[in-house]
DNA sequence: CTTATTGCAAACGTTTTGCACGTTT
DNA sequence: AAACGTGCAAAACGTTTGCAATAAG
């Protein structure tokens, strides 16, 4: 029986663990641990939400100006944790790709098409129909997207006036 | 109850009447009917497909050598076409947005990530789902997007080699 | 001391734009 | 004739890469 529910602001481990984690991750693939990289971690475990390459450069920038981290970091340590099942990415149109924690329980988007505001939800029951899909057209199922655009109940009031 | 069915060559109104209806359109804001329009609404037609407007600037130099389209022309074309609801894009990470036509029933994508070959399915429970969902948030539901990404039979096959 | 990582700037591929010219209405 | 559309080339954008200098193991 599929419940579907709304994630607000999505419970986490620790960060030590997640850093922990990282670590481990990075040892066994013969990998250093950095400050960039331990800030971009942080960064994302810090504030929720989806960010852009750039506004997280702009967010870490900003809380860490003597790191000078450069952009192109960004993009390397987001692939390197994208590529560990680390961070998700969610992409949009042609304006580049969103990324998130990906620590949180799966979970689908839906977007606001008016201010942008992406809210999460969990629906068991079409997880398990896509799973049934998958199967039916003998693929091997990796990974799946839920997107759902609309306008969010503010917008829609302030659209009245 | 939800049956999930595949689509494999989608049936079309015929072209007459999407020409049309594409004329009437376009009479209605004032805007031209020029070749390039017409050709470009045509091979969408004509070639059952996910496009990037790349392929699709090939694809029409290829099969209209004398009308010299720009790929300007093609992106404002799908801009258009896509703003008037004629044509829908799906997006993939970095390597931009494919299009096609959008008068079939609607659907949604599974994506082999080995070889990127897009197929088409249609399950009435998750439509239905995705409606529930989007009211229950509030939100007034204007479009969604789902995709599956996995690897095909075909590629599982040429992998175990 | 070895190897990986960084910042920078240049390169890249895709999409958008300004503009003078051409076409549709 | 007026207004819109076009091709072209340049610009803009997000992302990736080569490289010499730097930091981690």
Same mark, same amino acid.
């Given at each position: 029986?599929g419940?579907s529910? #709304? =994630?607000?602001?999505?419970?986490l481990?620790s960060?030590? +663990?997640?850093? %922990?984690?990282?670590? /481990?991750?990075?040892r066994?693939?013969?990998l250093?641990?950095t400050?960039?990289?331990?800030v ?16 997280l ?7 860490n100006?003597?790191?000078n981290?450069g ?5 390397? #340590? =987001? ?5 560990e099942?680390?961070? +998700?990415?969610? %992409?949009?149109?042609t /304006? ?12 689908d ?6 201010c ?8 068991e ?12 057209l ?6 799946h ?8 109940p503010e ?7």
């Amino acid at each position: 029986m599929g419940h579907s529910k #709304t =994630l607000e602001t999505t419970p986490l481990i620790s960060y030590e +663990t997640l850093l %922990s984690h990282f670590k /481990q991750l990075l040892r066994s693939n013969n990998l250093k641990f950095t400050k960039q990289r331990e800030v971009i971690l942080y960064t994302l475990y810090n504030h929720n939400g989806h960010f852009t390459p750039e506004e997280l450069y702009q967010l870490i920038k900003q809380e860490n100006p003597e790191l000078n981290a450069g952009i192109a970091t960004i993009y390397r #340590t =987001l692939s390197l944790l994208e590529g560990e099942g680390m961070v +998700t990415s969610i %992409s949009f149109g042609t /304006q580049g790709k969103r990324y998130e924690l990906g620590i949180k329980a799966h979970h689908d988007h839906i977007i606001c098409t008016k201010c942008g505001k992406i809210l999460e939800f969990f629906d068991e029951s079409i997880e398990k129909k896509q799973e049934q899909i998958a199967k039916k057209l003998g693929f091997k199922m990796e990974d799946h997207s839920l997107k759902i655009f609309g306008v969010c109940p503010e917008c829609q009031k302030s659209s009245d006036k």
